[in-house]
């Protein structure tokens, strides 16, 4: 907990100010979030990718469809933004995946500014 001092005017004697510290809220900073990103490359299939994004970050297959297309084109994409925890497990969850099917799949996560 954080004492502030404030100085408070007393109006019945100007030379008598009087200093109080006054309770603040305790400081509780957020988490930092970071964003799981996907890479392209050129040879793991589109629908592949697709999978990998309905099965793990929930997304529907338009939308999965949609963010592939992205990082097929620009070469990159952020998935989704995650605390550091989730995005790690995401992340491993990715490459594992993409490991045991032999493509070469990139996925890492970056923290937010
Ligand atoms: N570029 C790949 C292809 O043409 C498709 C692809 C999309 C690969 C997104 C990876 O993260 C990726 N088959």
Redesign the pocket.
Known sequence: MTLVPVTLSDKADDDADTSVLLETRPKTKRPPLYKVL?????????E??VH?LERFFGLTHAQAFE??????KKG??VVGVFSHEIAETKVGQVMDFARRHQ?????TMEKED
């Open positions: 996907l890479l392209n490359d050129d040879y793991t299939p589109m592949f990718v990998v963010i592939m297309l992205t990082v097929h990159v994409a493509h070469p799949l990139q996925c």
